[in-house]
Nanobody
Framework: EVQLVESGGGLVRPGGSLTLSCAAS????????MTWIRQAPGKELEWVSS????????YYDDSVKGRFTLSVDKDKNTMYLQMNNLRSEDTGVYYC???????????RGQGTQVTVSS
């Protein structure tokens, strides 16, 4: 059974940092196209970043480019999202999901809340 479990969210001040984790089971994460998406209060799901096998090329939405970094630990079967210089507009529930930047997302986890506030 494919499962994704996100963790690492929290409350952080503007300019702060967080690292989100997405632990996968039931498949080999490093061989799949994987994506981070987020949902701000009252808004639709928004694409954040994707990684494509086999060379794990990464792509980012312009709003997070230069601040967020997606990485994959093959041995831990886990994907990360390092988020630096956080802004209030980064607030939302973050999900990891199978699929790419085209919006055709499949299984996702329960999400982890990120709140950026002073």
């Amino acid at each position: 059974e494919v499962q994704l479990v996100e963790s690492g969210g929290g409350l952080v001040r503007p300019g702060g940092s967080l690292t989100l984790s997405c632990a996968a089971s039931g498949f080999t994460l490093s061989t799949a196209t994987m994506t981070w998406i987020r949902q701000a209060p009252g808004k639709e799901l928004e694409w954040v970043s994707s990684v494509y096998p086999p060379i794990r090329e990464t792509y980012y939405d312009d709003s997070v480019k230069g601040r967020f970094t997606l990485s994959v630990d093959k041995d831990k079967n886990t994907m990360y999202l390092q988020m630096n210089n956080l802004r209030s507009e980064d607030t939302g529930v973050y999900y990891c999901t199978m699929g790419g930047s085209d919006g055709a997302w499949g299984t996702r986890g329960q999400g982890t809340q990120v709140t950026v506030s002073s």
